[in-house]
């Protein structure tokens, strides 16, 4: 599995970037290091340098006066029965990664392959076909549902489309799939506004898993819930990948709940991944001095538990006027922060097995002393982790 945005550059060997290689995204990395003589399995979904960006139209004519870059060269892929999580600030960008790959919003640049698909090139009806393998979980169970159909009608609405099953085999469909989230069969013939938030979020992840999907996009599924609906939703989801052998993309911007159900975790901020690596490895030694901002925000379930709070300064630039080199400096923390920053652009590199950083002053880097001087550096790479870096969790 991989995850990325563009340059190459490898903190363990190899030439070191040219400046050229230093103004692109870092090269998509390797989910792990297989033995010699063996070849990792082929991800399920593969995506390399996706790219949305949304044009700024002012005047009476609709003139161009700029580009959001929402998603800015973002790469990464997904083993099956794997689950990615992807955790960052309102607006870097989760969202609209997810959209593009299912192509509810199209990509301007990039690639996306599922199971060998180029899901890019599809036309209108093989990519109809590919949408019972990929399937999406909205953010809010009120809106995603339609208030004029019925529970029923809105969970067999997919198996009518797909063809897969009509009259009385569809609603026998339709009260196993109620029963399998947790819903009573006779809830069919209700409508969304008599049922509550989370009983509303259980009839979105039947009409999900209706077409029988082997990948989903989970949309924040859990933030517009109570806490103690949050782990019910949580544990049906897990217990159903579980089950039903199924993959997640699963956004969410709670990092306890992240911690609790991904495999890995990817980091994003203005619209590039800033890290990746194992949920055990990130949560205990975060080295993207955002991803520690972000940790020591988050409550931790213990009174007696002091935490020192790594509050940054500034504002979330704008996507449509992202700063030069590294996205994050404006506001970064790092004690070795200087003009460097400013000018080069850092490639994920792999600070440690399968932990990927874009940052040239987290050891070990690609980004060469000299090379960092010639951009104006003054000081030196060094290792950075804060207390609230190594504290057990």
């Given at each position: ?7 190459n550059g ?17 090269a998509t ?17 593969s995506?390399?340098?996706l ?26 892929d997904i ?22 790959i299912?192509r509810l919003?199209?990509?301007?640049a ?20 590919l ?15 339609n ?12 198996l ?7 009259g009385?085999?569809?609603?026998a ?23 509550s ?16 999907p ?15 609906v949050q782990?019910?939703?949580v ?6 990948q579980?089950d ?12 306890s ?8 975790v ?25 991803t ?49 920053c ?18 040239i002053?987290?050891p ?8 960092q ?21």
């Amino acid at each position: 599995m991989t995850a990325g945005n563009g340059a190459n550059g490898s903190g363990r060997g190899g030439a070191p970037p040219t400046s050229e290689s230093m103004a692109r995204t870092a090269a998509t990395p390797h989910r792990s290091t297989a033995a010699e003589g063996q070849t990792l399995p082929a991800p399920l979904l593969s995506v390399r340098n996706l790219q949305k960006h949304f044009p700024i139209k002012r005047g009476v004519f609709g003139r161009r006066a700029g580009t959001v870059k929402a998603v800015d060269g973002v790469s990464f892929d997904i083993a099956a029965g794997e689950t990615l999580g992807v955790v960052g600030e309102s607006g870097c960008g989760k969202t609209t990664t997810g959209r593009c790959i299912l192509r509810l919003i199209e990509p301007t640049a990039g690639d996306v392959s599922f199971d060998g698909t180029d899901v890019r090139a599809l036309g209108a009806e093989p990519l109809r076909r590919l949408r019972r393998e990929m399937q999406i979980i909205f953010q809010d169970p009120f809106s995603s549902l339609n208030p004029r159909m019925t529970v029923g009608a809105i969970v067999r609405e997919g198996l009518t489309i797909h063809r897969i099953a009509e009259g009385a085999e569809a609603d026998a469909r339709v009260r196993r799939l109620l029963e399998e989230v947790g819903l009573r069969p006779d809830y069919a013939s209700r409508y969304p506004h008599e049922f509550s938030g989370g009983q509303r979020q259980r009839v979105g992840i039947a009409r999900a898993l209706s077409v029988e999907p082997r990948f989903i996009v989970c949309d924040e599924p859990v933030s517009a819930l109570d806490v103690s609906v949050q782990a019910q939703v949580v544990n049906l989801l897990q217990d159903l990948q579980r089950d039903r052998s199924l993959t997640y993309l699963f956004i969410a911007h709670d990092l306890s709940v992240v911690e609790h159900i991904a495999d890995r975790v990817a980091v994003m901020y203005l619209g590039r991944v800033v890290e990746l690596a194992s949920a055990e490895g990130l949560y205990r030694e975060p080295l993207m001095p955002y991803t520690q901002a972000l940790l020591s925000a988050a409550p931790v379930p213990d009174p007696t538990t002091k935490r020192q709070r790594i509050v940054l300064t500034g504002d979330v630039p704008s996507p449509a006027n992202q700063p030069p080199g590294c996205v994050f400096h404006p506001r970064c923390h790092h004690p070795a922060k200087d003009a460097a920053c400013t000018r080069i652009v850092p490639p994920l590199e792999e600070k440690a097995p399968g932990h990927w950083v874009a940052c040239i002053k987290q050891p070990p880097t690609g980004v060469s002393w000299a090379e960092q001087q010639g951009a104006g550096g003054t000081r030196e790479p060094e290792r950075y982790l804060p207390v609230i870096g190594v504290e057990q969790r």
